[in-house]
């Protein structure tokens, strides 16, 4: 029997600033099926592109089920900004938000906000780890049931259900709580890409927090040792996810797809990267993956409404709830 | 005022919170965070034909005593990714974010303006705040605290880096200055306004400056007819230095408006929201704020402390201290005694909120008035109730101000400069 696996796409187009070229082209992808679509970002000069978190809050809206995971990088930005404004796309989009975790690594970007010198990937990645932690802590700063507008007192939150994060790392350190309320997600899913051979930094980071792993890794057999190994350490939660080129300019190339993809073993699913998303996404959604259904590789339609909810992954507990710290509580007397 | 021709009025819709504006023990009080209240008041300033929408900025919740405000409305979404999505639902309406340039640098901002400018066809605004205290600098890298007197130099310097950026669209853009030392191009081309619309909330003289060296609205306090003549003329008085004419900067103060069927109605309504809005915990914590010290066992119905205030105190922060408290606590012992007012009654003479009040033909004349003798050139309107709380506005008074020619029966052009009867620089 099959497994069903996930599916995303990349939507990077260089050169397209406009709005309805990513939402047509995140509309394709639901129609597929898609668990979510990313979009890449940098503090970069070139090429033209808007920034990625603000374009897909901007298509959230024409699109009804499919996740939006956009690049947003941690060395030279606010950590408490990059925190609500996730957590603003997971309520705009209701549910539906994720995070690619990005670094700027270059002399140029530093430049443009003139506020430190380029510093090596392997300090920005643990600096992104930082950036991370901080981020699921103050999206669980509010309880879920913080807001409990009570008449009869005049309250219209609980302050003990909100939450100081208290973070001191070396680059910054953060009070809290949040300005927003937990996202309708709990916390937002979160993603990292990877080669199989990566920096102890950001594979660090991926198995401390991320939810789906992007695995660039071709070859199918170092693929798989890899996927063994961040399971090992980041638990069976983790989604991993390889990317595969694809280019699809007839019937042969889509055949020659779907074989590669239902002769993959040991993954959880795969991300697409089209040459030309505008061809490429719909020839996919048309010809691939039809045939994938049929296999009972790829699910018909979606199972909830959350990105969460297509990944197969619990909405979990804000870690400051009596909920969570009894948990915790007999976990550690055990 | 025969001879002069009718000046049109601008119009922009405040989405209300995290204030004690909001009544949200009002059972139509829906959500403040679900995108389908933004849409619904965003929707609902689109149908009025209003100039923007505008949403506010608090970087860490409010304390008192050292604990976390509880009274009112908290918790507000991030607002450039919120405009974003409205961007989608509505076609025309100005989208304006508070974003503050104490704990932002500029080639970010600049980028995120210019993507929200693209991405809604030239909409964007954005509001320059300059809150610069240790206690918000707790969420931030930067930390602390810039002196009362570099905020606006920060500011001013942000501003102008920020447009050079805008406008370097061939070539990198390169800044020297006190506060900024930066270089660099943004991977978007010239957005559709150029530069988004800027405004300026402040009131200080080196607020007022600002706006008038850089602004293109200012969001002002100044709610009274007299007021609002003096700060209009003020404001306008400085253009000139800067080479600017007087309508190239809009004068929009924030209000408040109750509305009802007749003037007599409207009164008795704006009095009851007002005890909704100044209940027995937010008066206590009024008083604090002055007093500064724990008036918890104080009676709210009753007359005001009789003790003196204490002078350095470190009970309130995330806010401005209203100014000497001892002179301000004899001050509204005497208006209180005059008025024969309880601590409650006081608190609510002094924040009354409410600009505009009685039936909608009442309301639109005030508007109309208020602009015509320009003490204001339009307003930015915050309800009292989230979201249905401009519905009464769009329907009843928006109308009237038609009819009398002063406000527009439908947008004419598609970016909020047009909106405004602004021009859009880099074109020729
Ligand atoms: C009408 C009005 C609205 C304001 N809204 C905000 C806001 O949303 N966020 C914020 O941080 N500051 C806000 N401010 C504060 C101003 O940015 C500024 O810090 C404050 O007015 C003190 O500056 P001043 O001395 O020039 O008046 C607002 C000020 C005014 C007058």
Known sequence: MPRQLHFSAALDSPGHVSAPHYAALARTAEQGGLDFVTLDDSFAAGPHRPDALATFARIAPETTRIGLVPTVTTTHTEPFHTSISVNTLDWVSEGRAGWLVGVSGTEAEARAFGRRDAAPESDLWSEASDAVEVAARLWDSWEDDAEIRDVATGRFVDRDKLHYVDFEGTHFSVRGPSITPRPPQGRPVVVVALTAADLPERTGLAVRHADVVLLDEPDPAAARSAVGRLRLEAGEQLRVLVRVEVALPDGVAAAALTERIAGAAGVDGFHLVPADPVRDLAAFVRDVAPALRERGILRAGYPGRTLRDHLGLARPLSRYSTAARTAIAAEVSR | ?428
């Open chain 2, 1 to 428: 005022m025969t001879g002069r021709p009718l000046k049109q009025i601008h119009l922009a819709a405040h989405f209300p919170g995290v204030n004690n504006t909001t009544v949200w023990t009002d059972p139509r009080s829906g959500s403040q965070i679900d995108f389908s209240s933004f849409r619904h008041l965003a929707e609902t300033a689109e149908r009025g034909k209003f100039d923007f929408f505008f949403l506010a900025e608090g970087l860490r919740l409010r304390e008192v005593n050292g604990r976390i405000h509880d009274l009112d409305v908290v918790g507000r979404p991030e607002s450039i990714t919120l405009l974003n999505a409205l961007a989608a639902v509505t076609d025309r309406l100005g989208l304006a974010a508070t974003v503050n340039a104490t704990f932002n640098e500029p080639y970010e901002l600049a980028r995120r303006f210019s993507s929200l400018d693209h991405l809604s066809g030239g909409r964007a605004a954005w509001n320059v705040v300059t809150s610069s205290d240790a206690f918000t600098g707790e969420n931030f890298r930067r930390g602390g605290y810039l002196d009362r007197a570099d905020r606006y130099t920060r500011a001013a310097e942000f501003v102008q880096t920020a447009r050079e950026f805008w406008d370097a669209v061939d070539a990198p853009a390169r800044h020297r200055g006190p506060h900024f030392d930066v270089e660099g191009r943004l991977s978007l081309p010239r957005s559709p306004q150029g530069h988004p619309v800027v405004i300026q909330a402040g009131d200080s003289d080196g607020g007022r400056e600002f706006a008038a060296s850089a602004a293109d609205i200012i969001f002002s306090r100044h709610s009274t007819l007299e007021a609002g003549k003096a700060f209009h003329a003020d404001v306008k008085r400085r253009l000139a230095a800067y080479g600017r004419k007087p309508d190239e900067l809009k004068i929009m103060p924030g209000v408040t408006y109750v509305l009802a069927d007749t003037d007599a109605d409207a009164q008795e309504l704006a009095a009851e929201i007002r005890r909704a809005q100044v209940g027995p915990g937010t008066t206590i914590n009024y008083l604090e704020q002055v007093w500064g010290f724990d008036l918890s066992d104080h009676d709210p119905d009753g007359p005001l402390p009789a003790a003196d205030p204490v002078v350095d105190s470190s009970l309130v922060q995330g806010r401005t201290r209203l100014g000497d408290p001892v002179a301000l606590a004899a001050e509204w012992r005497a208006i209180a005694a005059a008025k024969k007012l309880t601590s409650r009654e006081l608190v609510i003479e002094l924040t009354g909120r409410q600009s505009f009040i009685g039936s909608a033909a009442t309301v639109a004349g005030q508007i109309d008035e208020f602009v015509q003798n320009d003490a204001a050139d339009g307003f930015i309107l915050v309800p009292h109730l989230t979201p249905g709380g401009l519905d009464g506005f769009v329907d009843g008074v928006v109308p009237l101000l038609q009819e009398r020619g002063v406000f527009r029966q439908d947008y004419t052009g598609t970016t909020l400069r047009s909106h405004l009867g602004l021009p859009t620089p880099g074109e020729r």
